[in-house]
């Protein structure tokens, strides 16, 4: 059994800085890549960034380019997603969530079914 925990999530002001973990328990978690995603109320959970199993290859919604930056510590078997520039639209609980397959050519995968664990979530405030 896969468990994933974030932390890192409060209130800031827009244009403050976040950043969130994500720990993953398990000893296979540099065999997976990893996503993160959020979800404001009243709307469906959106996909903001994924990193491969080696850290290598990152992908971002369009709306989190340049802001959003995404990483990873296989040593330490964490995810981090650190937000800069945060406007009050990226309110949200952000979830982490496990690639679902493993091996072979990684792509990212930007629908929720293409996760197969997920994180309880931390919520993100921005305030104008």
């Known amino acids: 059994q896969v468990q994933l925990v974030e932390s890192g999530g409060g209130l800031v002001q827009a244009g403050g800085s976040l950043r969130l973990s994500c720990a993953a328990s398990g000893r296979t978690f540099s065999s997976y890549a990893m996503g993160w995603f959020r979800q404001a109320p009243g709307k469906e959970r959106e996909f903001v960034a994924a990193?491969?199993?080696?850290?290598?290859?990152?992908y971002y919604a369009d709306s989190m380019k340049g802001r959003f930056s995404i990483s990873r510590d296989n040593a330490k078997n964490t995810v981090y997603l650190q937000m800069n520039s945060l406007k009050p639209e990226d309110t949200a609980v952000y979830y982490c969530?496990?690639?679902?397959?493993?091996?072979?050519?990684?792509?990212?995968?930007?629908?929720?079914?293409?996760?197969?664990?997920w994180g309880q979530g931390t919520q993100v405030t921005v305030s104008s």
């Open positions: 969530a496990r690639d679902g397959v493993v091996g072979g050519s990684w792509y990212p995968k930007t629908g929720v079914a293409g996760y197969d664990y």
């Open positions: 990193i491969s199993w080696t850290g290598i290859t990152t």
